[in-house]
């Protein structure tokens, strides 16, 4: 029949023999009636039913009925899995205040490009509606709170200074952050997948002391949170039992163990961390060891922590990295024996015979450009810190000296990282900085006597000859003044007073030279230059007559200025160096703490012998004990490996301090914060004599250390391609004061080395993770703890306590240190917020001041703190406009030119003064310093008077 069997005759249009008749069904006609019988041919009553066609239809409708059932058994069989991938990654802001998370992004491009592939999906949305694996990655930064808990970083711009500080009451949310059991709640929740698997890396910070983080030993706290979602679980299924889903299961993978790092590098995969690269890999299908083409939790486990310890073992740390798995309420590790029977090593998914793509691979090697840039802004950057005249960049500008130094070491970081652009940005920043660094520091103060005689005079050591700059421009000085004026009244005057007037010149320029320079000290030394100018003019009138008495007073006058001067030389030499010791001892600082881990030699004796100083009660700071720190640094032979250079380092700093309280005393004049008792007898000889001494010793020490770190620098030039090389090369490169070219190197070589390192890795040995210890969270928060007491003249109460929650951490039982641990980080962190806030309210309440002594008192302070600030608290300073080193500097030249103003309206003989005292009233006016418009409108009266008088 046409249309039942393709247009061909049927058995039913046969005529008996199967060969098919001659006769055709009308167009359109469908019977089941013989051709040729079409009365006689119906059958009658249940024979007229078409069985044949009946039980075909049935069978269809079977096999179909199976084909569904059987793929709905065969979704549910332990192979056959559809996996839901879900990233949920948190990706830092770049700035200066927070620590950037960069392999994040690259682990993020490398999962999501296994896409489609062996029945993954990766998805970003909701993914809790529904029923099948679930494997959840989690990446973010993680802080600790004031009561040691953790707080993860779930936000691209979290505000750690706004967290509540330990005796501050904590809110139910804070802003940026969660608790870590909310935030894997939130990451989990209540999934109805009857399977989850989560991949935690939050350990990717390995320390940042600004944030309080000491060390990453927050596994209790994971497994304690993990416990809480899976009790929370049983209990849910419990009440569904009857008709509800399986208990849920839950495990959780770790990036690293306790106390570890998790490891990153731009060279692995597309810049991506050894956890999230080895994890790729897994889902990718290398992870399935019986090779039955299904992956379960355990094959996983075991790929991903052999590979990334591999991995760290080969390039990073011979120590390795070790992954844990945390499940209910026990830890593994993925070299324990695991039971593959076990329920928690339930079917991840079904590995597909179809390849999987690679991973994307990492960028080019940085431009050549970028690294000649580094290196000349670099050269750019010590040629200002050892250029004396006029004063090194740390001593005038310390906060845009701090800014500088970070924003070319985050260009190193991000020339590491393969990120040009940004890279870019920080090295045009840099630019930046170097010029506001190299620019006139008083742009507003514009008459040329001013920016001739004086200016050029404040950087004026006064210990060695000095000169004036050239200018070009035509100014007459008082020197220059006095001797036209002898000149021009010689014949009226013997002959015998001809060396008399000679030295009458001298004296006039070292009356200048004392008094201009001594910018930053003239509150201390002068009363005494009033008493040399009133013997000076004496003089001059007596000259001016032919009296050769004098001499007499010419004596008088030049002992009074050398005395000023010498106080003023050892005060400013002082000064100068114990702001070298502040810009500096900060990245000494963090060099120490960060030393090789690998091989932490004489840190557990540093340790110990702080903690003792503590039970004999030592006096901190003292000159006893800076000789017992010398006497335990003593080496044959320089290595900077052992406990020794670190008690050097222990030294200076104790050395800074006295510097601190030393000046503090010196430069007082009045009862306050730093001297509590007055100045007495401060500027005594004595006294003078003890800084010098100070300053010698110290400057012996910073020297020795200096010098060790170039000669390290150049060492690891040399060094093999092996990991405690290319950590080495990290540790050097945070000395910020080595030579641009060996800097420029020892970049390069490191960013060869790792990629050398990760090409060549060969099978390695499996390591047990380190045992938890006191050291290295003890080791930093020592360094820490030391580099905010710098700038501090008195016993803080708050510095003392975190002294005190250090030395009880050596106390603590295995259990309890991790969390006192934190709660010190904790500390830390708001004592670091705490001097930046001390700073800026300082800065501010000069205004409200009503006496120049207060205010200065109060400038002076905050100058001094803010030096040692984190250099991202000086970038922060500097954008609020607070910067109290530029106050300080306004004020003390503010002071300087009204002095002037005084003594020239003293001396006044017209013209020639009229003029200095109008440009020295104007320039102090432009500085707009309240507290001396008083003073300025005095002068003003006073030289109209002078000049109405002389003109009757």
């Not at 039942?4 to 008996?16: A, N, Q, Y």
């Not at 006064?462 to 007459?476: C, K, R």
């Not at 320029?509 to 910018?519: D, I, K, M, P, Q």
């Amino acid at each position: 029949v046409p249309g039942e069997s393709g247009g061909r005759p049927s058995w039913r249009d046969s005529g008996g023999d199967g060969a098919g008749g001659d006769w055709q069904r009308p167009e359109g006609v469908r019977s089941c009636r013989r051709p040729g019988d079409e009365e006689n041919s119906r059958p009658a009553g249940s024979s007229r039913i078409r069985w044949r066609q009946v039980f075909k239809s049935l069978a269809a409708a079977t096999v179909t009925a199976g084909c569904v059932a059987l793929a709905v058994w065969l979704l549910l069989l332990p192979g056959c899995v559809q996996t839901k991938l879900a990233p949920v990654v948190a990706s830092i802001a770049d700035t200066p205040q927070l620590p950037p998370n960069l392999p994040v992004a690259g682990d993020l491009e490398a999962l999501k490009s296994l896409d489609s592939h062996n029945g993954i999906r990766t998805e970003f949305q909701d993914t809790r509606n529904d029923r099948h694996v679930l494997v959840i990655y989690l990446s973010a930064l993680w802080v600790p709170d004031a009561q040691g808990g953790v707080l993860v970083m779930d936000s691209r711009n979290p505000r750690p200074d706004d967290l509540p500080g330990p005796k501050q009451s904590q809110p139910t949310t804070q802003q940026g952050f969660r608790s870590l059991a909310a935030y894997l709640a939130q990451a989990i929740g209540d999934a109805p997948q009857q399977n989850t698997l989560v991949l935690l890396d939050l350990c990717q910070l390995r320390t940042d002391w600004r944030i309080g983080v000491l060390e990453n030993d927050i596994e209790k706290e994971i497994q304690d949170a993990i416990n809480s979602l899976s009790r929370g679980s049983q209990e849910n299924s419990a009440k569904e039992a009857s008709t509800g889903p399986a208990s849920k299961n839950l495990a959780v993978i770790l990036s690293c163990s306790r106390g570890e790092h998790s490891w990153a590098s731009p060279h692995l995969g597309n810049g991506q961390t050894a956890f999230g690269f080895s994890l790729r890999e897994a889902l990718a299908g290398k992870a399935d060891e019986d090779h039955n083409n299904r992956l379960t939790v355990y094959e996983l486990f075991r790929h991903v922590g052999s590979q990334t310890n591999h991995w760290v073992q080969q390039n990073r740390d011979r120590g390795g990295q070790h992954p844990v798995l945390v499940t209910g309420d026990k830890t593994v590790a993925y070299l324990d024996p695991l039971d593959n029977n076990d329920p928690l090593n339930f079917p991840i998914l079904q590995v597909g015979t179809t390849e999987v793509p690679d991973a994307p691979a990492s960028k080019s090697s940085p431009p050549k450009a970028d690294l000649d840039t580094l290196q000349k802004l670099w050269a750019e950057r010590n040629a200002l810190q050892a250029n004396s005249n006029p004063a090194p960049a740390f001593h005038h500008d310390p906060l845009r000296w701090q800014e500088l130094t970070l924003r070319l070491q985050r260009a190193e970081h991000w020339i590491f990282w393969n990120q040009p652009r940004t890279a870019s940005n920080e090295l045009d920043r840099a630019r930046t900085l170097l010029k506001q660094l190299t620019a006139e520091r008083f742009p507003g103060v514009r008459s040329p006597f001013v920016r001739q005689a004086v200016l050029p005079r404040l950087v004026d050591p006064l210990s060695a000859p000095f000169s004036l700059p050239e200018t070009g421009e035509e100014v007459v000085g008082p020197e220059d003044h006095l001797q036209d004026i002898l000149e021009r009244t010689r014949s009226t005057r013997p002959g015998e007073t001809g060396d008399l007037a000679t030295r009458a010149v001298q004296i006039r320029g070292l009356a200048e030279r004392a008094t201009s320079g001594a910018f930053g000290t003239l509150h201390l030394v002068q009363p005494t230059l009033v008493s040399a100018d009133r013997d000076r003019r004496k003089a001059e009138d007596l000259l001016f007559v032919g009296d050769k008495t004098a001499s007499t007073a010419m004596q008088s006058a030049e002992t009074q200025l050398q005395q000023a001067m010498r106080i003023r030389s050892t005060l400013y030499s002082a000064m100068l160096f114990r702001n070298r010791l502040h810009s500096e001892l900060p990245d000494l600082g963090r060099w120490a703490a960060s030393h090789n881990v690998s091989r932490p030699a004489g840190q557990q004796e540093v340790i110990d012998d702080l903690v003792d100083s503590f039970d004999r009660r030592e006096e901190w700071p003292s000159a006893a004990r800076v000789e017992i720190l010398l006497e335990k640094g003593q080496q044959k032979k320089e290595d900077l490996s052992g406990a020794p250079v670190h008690f050097r380092l222990l030294a200076l700093f104790e050395q800074a301090h006295l510097l601190d309280r030393q000046l503090a005393s010196c430069l007082s004049v009045s009862p306050g914060e730093d001297n509590p008792t007055g100045p007495g007898a401060v500027l005594s000889a004595q006294s003078l004599k003890q800084l010098q001494d100070l300053v010698a010793g110290a400057q012996t020490g910073l020297a020795r250390l200096r010098d060790a770190l170039g000669t390290e620098g150049k060492r690891c030039l040399g060094l093999p391609d092996q990991p405690e090389s290319w950590r080495d090369i990290q540790d050097i490169l945070r000395h910020t004061n080595l030579d641009a070219a060996t800097r420029r190197q020892l970049v390069q070589r490191s960013i060869s080395m790792s990629r050398k390192l990760g090409s060549d890795s060969a099978s390695g040995g499996q390591t047990k993770p380190r045992p938890p210890s006191s050291g290295p969270g003890m080791w930093h928060a020592l360094w820490a703890i030391k580099v905010l007491s710098l700038g501090r003249v008195t016993d803080d109460p708050s510095l003392l306590a975190a002294w005190n929650s250090w030395r009880s951490v050596k106390e603590k039982s295995d259990t309890e240190r991790p969390g006192t641990l934190r709660k010190l980080g904790a500390e830390i962190r708001q004592l670091s917020l705490t001097k930046r806030q001390v700073v800026e309210r300082l800065a501010a309440e000069v205004k409200q001041q009503d006496t120049v002594d207060t205010a200065r008192a109060m400038l002076q302070r905050a100058d001094r703190i803010a030096r040692s600030l984190p250099a991202s608290d000086a970038v922060h300073v500097l954008g609020g406009g607070m910067d109290p080193a530029l106050a300080l500097r306004r004020f003390q030249l503010a002071e300087l030119l009204f002095a002037q103003a005084g003594r020239y309206v003293e001396d006044f003989w017209q013209g020639w003064f009229t003029r200095a005292a109008g440009a020295c009233i104007a320039g102090g006016t432009s500085l707009e310093v309240p507290l001396f418009g008083q003073r300025a409108k005095e002068l003003e009266k006073l030289l109209k008077q002078r000049t109405t008088l002389a003109e009757e």
